[in-house]
């Protein structure tokens, strides 16, 4: 069956400094991954996805991840954080036998000025 | 292009009554599919409908109910309202689901219906 685990509930970094949003993958075969961000108060929106091309994949707003299958981990980062990017972030695989969407709990982040 | 619209954004009801939502996706998709999330639980899969048809289903019991019109749009309904019922409901709607018969993943979020049960 396929998972998702993200490894910190919160994560608080300082404007200007770099987000590291830790991501680790269960599955039997190559995953569909994807990050979606939660702003408060609003719906999700999708920041990036996986789909078994480049490892590196480059997403909206400066935020990339990549898939290390030997980690089975799809970590997300950023460079240098912003205010704006305080939100949820989560970590999605494609599973069951339909492919609905799992979501991991979610990474709540934090930008302190 | 107006995005995915949930009605009503906020409601409060109590124990035992019924509730229906609503979702109306973006133009031109065909797939809505509805998650529930709680503090507790995080977001969970409900249920997917595609052209009128219920695709898939989540582990939720029997009180959860949808369907899709024709345009499209979709309601959910949960009968005989418990506590733990009270949740953030999150419609969303995709083109390309099931796109090969396989799940694209690019969803399209509303800002959902907050359900308070007394």
């Keep these: 069956a396929q998972s998702v685990t993200q490894l910190d509930s919160h994560v608080s970094v300082s404007e200007g400094t770099p987000v590291l949003l830790r991501c680790n993958y269960s599955s039997s075969y190559s995953p569909s991954l994807f990050w979606y961000v939660q702003h408060p108060n609003k719906g999700l929106q999708l920041l990036l996805k996986y789909t078994s091309a480049a490892t590196l994949v480059k997403g909206i707003n400066g935020f990339e991840a990549e898939f290390k299958k030997s980690e089975t981990s799809f970590h997300l980062t950023k460079p240098s954080a912003h205010m704006s990017d305080a939100a949820e972030y989560f970590c999605v695989v494609i599973g069951g036998s339909q492919g609905n969407l799992i979501f991991g709990k979610g990474t709540k982040l934090s930008v302190k000025p | ?118």
């Design chain 2, 1 to 118: 292009k107006a995005g995915v619209t949930q009605t009503p954004r906020y409601l409060i009801k109590t124990r035992g009554q019924q509730v229906t939502l609503s979702c109306s996706p973006i133009s031109g998709h065909r797939s809505v599919s509805w998650y529930q999330q709680t503090p507790g639980q995080g977001l969970q899969f409900l249920f997917e409908y595609f052209s009128e048809t219920q695709r898939n289903k989540g582990n939720f019991p029997g009180r959860f109910s949808g369907r899709q019109f024709s345009n499209s749009r979709s309601e959910m309904n949960v009968s005989t309202l418990e506590l733990g019922d009270s949740a953030l409901y999150l419609c969303a709607s995709s083109l390309d689901v099931h796109l090969a018969g396989w799940n694209t993943g690019e969803l399209f979020f509303g800002e959902g219906s907050r359900l308070t049960v007394l």
